[in-house]
């Protein structure tokens, strides 16, 4: 077996980027699920075509079954939309390509929220976290001739608020948005954008749908499933590793030589390498003998070559001045960050188009903007967002998915919450216009000023779980899957 991955990729800025292209004898079959499926509700009074990517209100007003929800109340008008319950159908048919492959996962980039899958009428799995990727293994389900794909998708608004009532011995605050705000309640019980239950600067649209690609991935003995990496800076021997770590699925025990090469270096190395059935991890080191270094203040655009960076946080004592300074030192030198905070661009994100991303991070470097923060009420942003901040220069300050409100701290909450973590993390850390990873938005204030009416005698029962989620579960797995490159990290 030999496993070829040649990872190449750079761009105008400072950076190690991480483009990667996979040869494997093996090749991996993939068969697209996306576009037109059936949407009906939970009576079976509407039914109709809808895109997949997309979301039941975009399907709507595509069918003309409802117009502009930004027009004047209708926030209020297509409340219902997100109080019904709604499935996703498609049909597909087996390749005999497909169906002699080892092993089939159904995988899905992102399902909002709170589905249940079934293929051929039988149950698949059960998704709850908008920020998960999930794929199920269902070779054996599958038939010759016509498959039936199902999603299920439970009312947010209703299954926010059976967590709620699940939870029992205390309140986690806020219970409902300010009634001007027409929202819904809850929102904190449900991993999904915390802003599609209102805000103070948008409308309560809460979405339902397959909101990322869905596909059929075929393979024999293994496949590679993710990569990630790093560049680290060894101080000792002021030399610079790059840290590639891979994701494999293998069907069988598999040996081989795994050769690594990052062309844009002329660094290529080979392993041996041996993978047990199942997912395995693994983490490679190549080292890197010329880097160029660049300076974070230009804007301008470099022959295509792969440059290096470092972030550093500096938190240290001001002469004079009660507290500590607070500012980021690219490469050994300050910079002074001058940048905006970044919500959802569209209440739908399948209608976030390319061109638009392009032009609203244009829009910014044009208005002498050199930062952005991905802020922590909104979703993780799509890889073309981190791709265009990277060619641009732009640093980002990577909040979690957390915002304006106390959280749970229930077994299940907390599980879904480290997968979230684990994967987003994993799928956005060779990015190099992240600077810094943030626990949440305005959490702590919120907490240290009393938002929310806190008895003082059951402040420690929240401090507490503010400490969980945080620095308990959260840090420490962002330390755990970027400690080699010591990626500066608040709270
Ligand atoms: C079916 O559901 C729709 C949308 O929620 C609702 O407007 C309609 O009254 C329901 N029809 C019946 C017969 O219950
Ligand atoms: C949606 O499904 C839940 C759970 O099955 C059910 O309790 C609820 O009544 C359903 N809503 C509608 C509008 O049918
Ligand atoms: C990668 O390998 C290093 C060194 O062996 C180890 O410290 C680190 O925990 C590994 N990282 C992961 C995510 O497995």
Redesign the pocket.
Known sequence: MLLHVRLSGWACWCLFSGVFSVFSLQQRLTVNLNGKWRLS???GSLLLPAQVPGCVHSALQQQGYITDPYFRFNDVSYRWIA???WTYTTTFTLSAELSVKQKVLLVFDGVDTVGSVSLNGIAVGKTNNMFCRHDFSVKDLLKDGENVLQVGL??PI?YASEQRKAHTSYVVPPECPPGVQKGECHVNFIRKEQSSFSWDWGPSFPTMGLWKGVRLEAFDILQLVQVSSVPLYNDAFSQWRVQIELLIDAVQTARGQLTLSIPELDSEQTFQTHFNPGKTKSNFTILINTVLEMTPVSLLCYPPQVYFRTVELIQEPVVGSPGLSFYFRINGKPIFLKGSNWIPVHSFQDQVTPDVLKNLLQSAVDANMNALRVWGGGVYEQDLFYEICDELGIMVWQDFMFACAMYPTETDFIQTVREEVVQQVQRLKSHPSIIIWSGNNENEAALATDWFDIPASQRPKYIRDYVMLYVDNIKKLVLLYTSTCQMPLIP
């Open positions: 509700n939970s009576n109080l019904d319950n439970l009312s209703l």
